[in-house]
Each structure stands twice: as structure tokens, then as C-alpha cells.
């Protein structure tokens, strides 16, 4: 993919002063998850016909019910994206096969583009906002505590509570006023 010219590069300040490239940051691997990133929709139409057509070759194949496209910085979610590729389309791209991927080869895909995406757990949006997947994760996991709070605090009579804070008080106040304990 790299080789490719397709993706993402990120800009250093050494490659701003031209003494390094850019780093290609294009496609993030983890184990079996794939993330490809690009500058346009051709260019990320071209770069997942190149992993297919890799996959293809390898006799990988890949989870089509785990795929998920998501433009970023645009607000597209739920347009449905065709895909497909013309027979040597990505010959440039493609090299070691015994004969050129046929039309066949690549069937055609639809997807629908998503607002966010799941990526090894940690939720990304079309914003690229780093407190999107915390403030996701915090609404569906403290909503419970804060209810289960809010009925006990509504299960305590006044009554106890103004107890509870003259019994604190008065412990605070022999601590200060006695600090070595009762006499």
C-alpha cells in the first residue's frame, strides 16, 4: 500500500525542513484489523481494491459483516457507496500473480457510511473528537450509577440526613477541639 503512493502521510517537522519523508500512516494494522486512510474516495476505493486483491492472492479472506467505511470531516454518514473495479484497474498496483486479477476476482460492494466506527474497542467519529468515545462510553456506564444514586438520596428522610450531618459535625468538631481523644 505504501508503494502504492495512495494514503495518508503525516508531516513531521523533519520532512517540513525536507531532511525526512513523510511518515505513510495510510493503513493501520493490529492483528486482523485493517484500517485504510485516505485523502479521497477514489484513492480509498483503489487501496481496498489493493488489500482484496492481496487477500485474494494469500487465500485470506475477508469479514465483509466488520467492514465499515466513514468519511471524516464530513457529514455523509448514511450515503450508500458503490464500489467496484474495472478489469485492470489495479494491475499498477497488484504484482506476483500468475495472470491479471479478472473483474470476478473484485465483486463489487455496497456500503453505507457510518458517523463513527469501532476500532479495537475505542470508538472514532467523523470529527476525529479524541473525548467522542469516552463520552460515549461515560453516558452508557454512569447513567446506571447516577440513577442507582439518585434513588437511594431520594430513599433517606430529611430527618436522617440532618442526623447524619450532626453526628458528623460533632465527630469533626471533638477532633479538633480534642485532639488526643476524650478525656
Known sequence: LEASGLGVRLETPESRAGSSSPIFVGAVLK????VLMCD???DLRIAYGIVKAWCYMNRFDLSF???????????LAGREVHW??????????????D?????????PETYTLASFIDYLGDE??????????????????ATPVIEKMRAVN??????????????????YRSAI??????T
Open 31 to 34: 492483528t486482523d484489523d485493517v
Open 40 to 42: 479521497t474516495e477514489r
Open 65 to 75: 459483516s466488520k467492514q465499515q467505511v466513514m468519511a471524516v470531516g464530513a457529514s
Open 84 to 97: 467496484s473495479w474495472a478489469e485492470g484497474e489495479l494491475d499498477p498496483f497488484v504484482t506476483g500473480m
Open 99 to 107: 495472470r491479471p486479477l479478472a473483474s470476478y476476482d473484485l465483486e
Open 124 to 141: 472514532i467519529d467523523v470529527t476525529l473528537d479524541p473525548d467522542f468515545a469516552l463520552a460515549r462510553r461515560l453516558s452508557s456506564k
Open 154 to 171: 431520594d430513599s433517606v428522610t430529611a430527618l436522617a440526613r440532618s442526623d447524619l450531618l450532626a453526628t458528623m459535625n460533632a465527630l
Open 177 to 182: 477541639e480534642y485532639p488526643s481523644g476524650p
